[in-house]
Nanobody, 116 residues
Framework: QVQLVESGGGLAQPGGSLRLSCAAS????????MSWYRQVPGAERDWVAG????????NYADSVKGRFTISRDNAENMVYLQMNRLEPEDTAVYFC?????????WGRGTQVTVSS
């Protein structure tokens, strides 16, 4: 059974950092395209960052480019999102997504709040 569990969210000050983790089970993260999305109340879920399967090529939304870094640890079967220079506009629920074959899997999300 495929499962994704996010953790690492919380309260951070503007300019601060957080690292989100996504623990995967039921498949190997190296075999999937792994992505992070975020969503604020009343809005659609927006793509934040992604990393390809096999070769680690990452891509980012313009709003987070240069501040966020997605990475994958195949040995631990984990995906991470390092978030630096956080801004109040980064406040959202962050979700981990795995895409493999013709299926998509989502975690339940972790709340990130950036406020002074």
């Amino acid at each position: 059974q495929v499962q994704l569990v996010e953790s690492g969210g919380g309260l951070a000050q503007p300019g601060g950092s957080l690292r989100l983790s996504c623990a995967a089970s039921g498949f190997t993260v190296g075999s999937a395209v792994m992505s992070w999305y975020r969503q604020v109340p009343g809005a659609e879920r927006d793509w934040v960052a992604g990393i390809t399967k096999g070769v680690d090529i990452s891509n980012y939304a313009d709003s987070v480019k240069g501040r966020f870094t997605i990475s994958r640890d195949n040995a631990e079967n984990m995906v991470y999102l390092q978030m630096n220079r956080l801004e109040p506009e980064d406040t959202a629920v962050y979700f981990c997504k795995a895409a493999r074959a013709s299926s998509e899997y989502w975690g339940r999300g972790t709340q990130v709040t950036v406020s002074s």
